[in-house]
């Protein structure tokens, strides 16, 4: 091998069995440019330094004595590691180059200016440990990264500064607490051309949803500028989430989630002495989102394709070239955290009693949390932490992992969840919320808080020390049953927990979720925007629809988004999706709501359900509803939602309902489309044959058809005790339109949690020849138990 050889390598030459030679980040560069450009993924062109050449430095300098003697002092308490950590980078900073080591990069630089056409051709200088990205050493990030890097003389100093880099106070502790010999690893030098990002955008993307391991989704986060403020945490970027399995039908669009993030800032190429710089981004570039779509379904389909070959699910950085408009793969690294999950078990926790709302952001992780805040603005100032604390401050970066290990919680004002402090959280098994905006100036060291990030995609901190139960099931054991049960979910924030669970689907999904948590506009507002009344709740919906020209397409693209994560957790199994069962009282909480909704003395049993899809008080409404499940079917892919209609008082008014269906492209039958209907009336059990002809299937609402078989209102206290779904005039019922739906060759479930708080009301169902029963996932497991008991 010539000199050249040893101590360079072009990342063309490079495959992953070269980790010992250029680390873990450079290898997988070289696996991506060697086997994979031919599937279309853009890679940089570049070239690593050997661990070879980092030896050499060593040796050039008579290095090896005095770090040896640095560390043992340091492991001896003769010296801080402060003081270590500055020693040992200033004998690497004013190190010279061994000749033929300094030719060699320069040479290589050269030949990839000529390549790349261009003389200074500016690249990104990146760090990579022959120890760093292997599956049970992740921690990305100990080492230094250098952007916009142009000449000889920069390039061979930035390099001189990742070799300081290996030494740096949190690697050192990294090493230290992991078990490396300080002495035995060594550092490659990834240099890569440069995107021009800075004119456009990057970020980084997962194969898998981070806090859950549900492995059907590519994560993307996204920011204007240089990628180094996602990774870093200083701004929240944009998120979006992709179906993974719909990627390879080009018809489909299964962009299942578009969250806007607030990208204040953005970095961009500074001078000579700052080659990068953070600027504040325009208005028009906060309010806008960074990628089209185009471009998140080719990141999705990279995303994949890299998974694929890799055989794991995998953690890429991506950026987009502001000259040319292309895309490019700039690193890519196995994704540790999911590889390490217990598979089959699951945990879950109930928080007893809450305090007021603090804060709250994006949840990391799936714990709960009780103690006291050590707030740290500085990393400067991180020996004043409290160990077991709950750690809050505005950023991390790679200088707090060493407190982060100490921190029972932590909470920071900034980041998404591909930052830093979410990165080092899950990687520690401690529960974060990032990205809340105000912790900082809204909470206090000595403040005693609970910290959720148990109640889906948004974490809660809350006033207080609460009491917590926990509990641990093991899902890898449980009988089979020829009763489907399957779950009750409305949040599509905290679906993904429960896609581990081997459940037959969703048997009740409910839209009001949706519309009241994430949508929160009424429709009929949406839809006569310009005739609205009231001038705050106006207000209100032009913020909130200020992205969308037509502020219908608003509500539409929210709800059908919002689904499509309750049908990805189960898909290809059903997602039963009962259409909106709000009463007026509550459609009129909505904003803009009240000036369409009539007062009623009993809302309950008033207009609701079926009877509001055709009336020309709310059909516009339900117009919309349809529009979404069609786009929901249709063009993002999920043709496992079947509809259901609630209330549906008669067999007359079920046809006009499927009438207005209909007409709005949702015609039953059509592209495999099922309806079910709700049967939550006398009216549906006793005319239950003619109810079969419409629909394809009956779903029991036992809560309503009880109330409305003894005539007993549910919400009453005076009549508590009368209240029974195991009367024997609603078993009755029960088991008719059990028996009439089975006659007919229709399916019919029951959702509601009589079966696992009576596990002989679960026997009475299995026995009249039950189809399925719908449970909420914290009951799934007891349920799934006594219906296999009852079946033998």
């Not at 030459?13 to 290898?27: I, S, W, Y």
């Not at 070289?30 to 062109?45: D, F, H």
């Not at 059907?216 to 929240?236: C, F, T």
Request: glycine residues 8%.
């Amino acid at each position: 091998m010539s000199i050249q050889g040893r101590l360079i390598s072009k990342f063309d030459d490079l495959r992953r069995k070269d980790v010992a030679r250029v680390g873990g980040k450079n290898a997988s560069l070289g696996e991506l440019i060697s086997t994979l450009r031919a599937k279309g993924i853009a890679v940089p062109p570049g070239f690593a330094t050997t661990a070879d050449a980092y030896w050499s430095y060593i040796d050039n300098n008579n290095m090896a004595d005095q770090i040896q003697k640095r560390i043992a002092d340091w492991q001896g308490g003769k010296a801080s590691l402060a003081e270590t950590g500055q020693a040992i980078r200033n004998v690497f900073l004013h190190g010279d180059w061994p000749e033929e080591t300094a030719s060699a990069i320069k040479s290589a630089y050269h030949e990839l200016c000529d390549r790349i056409g261009m003389e200074k051709a500016s690249v990104a200088v990146r760090s990579s440990a022959t120890a760093e990205d292997l599956p049970d050493a992740s921690f990305a990030g100990q080492q230094e990264t250098f952007l916009n890097i142009s000449g000889d003389d920069a390039l061979l100093n930035a390099c001189r500064r990742c070799y300081a880099s290996l030494f740096t106070d949190r690697a050192i502790s990294y090493r230290q607490i992991n078990g490396f010999d300080h002495t035995k690893v060594a550092l490659s030098i990834g240099v890569q051309q440069m995107i021009r990002s800075d004119l456009a955008s990057s970020g980084v993307m997962f194969s898998i949803d981070t806090e859950t391991g549900f492995d059907k989704v590519v994560l993307i986060n996204a920011a204007w500028g240089l990628g180094e403020n996602i990774v870093q945490g200083a701004v929240d970027p944009d998120e979006y989430q992709v179906f993974k399995p719909f990627l390879t039908n080009e018809a489909l669009t299964p962009i299942i989630e578009r969250k806007l993030g607030e990208k204040e800032i953005k970095m961009i190429y500074g001078g000579a002495d700052m080659p990068t710089r953070n600027v504040p981004t325009s208005k028009a570039e906060r309010q806008a989102f960074v990628l089209e779509e185009a471009d998140i379904l080719t990141l999705a389909r990279w995303a994949t394709v890299i998974e694929a070959h890799y055989g794991c699910a995998m953690d890429m950085e991506w950026a987009k070239d502001g000259l040319t408009g292309d895309l490019f793969i700039v690193q890519a690294r196995p994704e540790t955290v999911g590889a390490r999950r217990e598979a089959g078990i699951i945990k879950s926790y109930k928080i007893k009693s809450k305090g007021n709302t603090l804060v709250k952001g994006l949840s990391i992780g799936d714990g709960v949390v009780s103690g006291r805040i050590c707030l740290i603005e500085h990393a400067s100032d991180i020996d004043q932490f409290v160990d077991g604390s709950i750690l809050v401050s505005s950023i991390t970066d790679p200088d707090w992992t060493p407190v982060m290990k100490r921190a029972a919680a932590i909470i920071t004002d900034h980041g998404g969840r591909t930052s830093h402090a979410a990165i080092v959280s899950r990687e520690l098994g401690v529960p974060a919320v990032v990205g809340t905006g105000q912790a900082t100036h809204l909470l206090h060291s000595g403040q005693d808080v609970t910290v959720s990030c148990a109640e889906g995609d948004v974490g809660f901190v809350y006033e207080g020390s609460a009491e917590v139960e926990t509990e641990t099931v093991d899902v890898s054991h449980l009988p089979e049953t020829r009763t489907d049960v399957m779950l009750n979910l409305a949040n599509p924030g905290s679906a993904y927990r429960w896609w581990s669970l081997p459940s037959d689907g969703i048997g009740l999904a409910r839209m009001e979720f949706v519309i009241s948590n994430i949508i929160k506009a009424h429709p009929m507002a949406l839809i006569h925007f310009d005739e609205l009344q009231d001038a705050e709740d106006k207000a209100k919906l032009a913020q909130l629809t200020r992205n969308y020209e037509d502020r219908t397409e608003y509500f539409v693209d929210k709800l059908s988004r919002g689904l499509a994560r309750l049908c990805a957790t189960v898909y290809p199994k059903p997602a039963i999706i009962r259409m909106s069962d709000f009463k007026t009282n509550e459609y009129a909480g909505l904003l803009g709501g009240r000036q369409f909704e009539i007062e009623e003395e009993n809302p309950m049993i008033g207009f609701r359900g079926a009877s509001r899809y055709y009336s020309p008080r709310y059909q516009e409404g339900f117009e919309l509803e349809c529009k979404a499940i069609k786009r929901l079917r249709e063009v993002i892919g999920f043709d496992n939602a079947v509809i259901m209609i609630p209330f549906c008082r008669t067999v007359e008014e079920a046809r006009k309902v499927l009438d207005v269906m209909a007409e709005n492209g949702l015609k039953r039958g059509d592209k495999g489309l099922e309806v079910y209907v709700m049967c939550e009336i006398p009216s549906n059990v006793i005319r239950a044959e003619d109810f079969a002809e419409q629909f394809d299937g009956f779903s029991i609402g036992s809560n309503d058809l009880t109330q409305l078989t003894l005539g007993v209102d549910r919400d009453s206290d005076e009549l508590a005790d009368l209240f029974n779904e195991q009367d024997a005039a609603v078993k009755w019922m029960i088991n008719h339109v059990i028996a009439e739906a089975n006659k007919a060759g229709r399916k019919v479930g029951l959702c509601g949690q009589a079966p696992s708080d009576h596990p002989e009301f679960a026997d009475f169902l299995v026995e009249c020849g039950i189809s399925s029963i719908s449970v909420t996932p914290d009951s799934f497991v007891a349920v799934k138990k006594q219906v296999a008991s009852s079946e033998k």
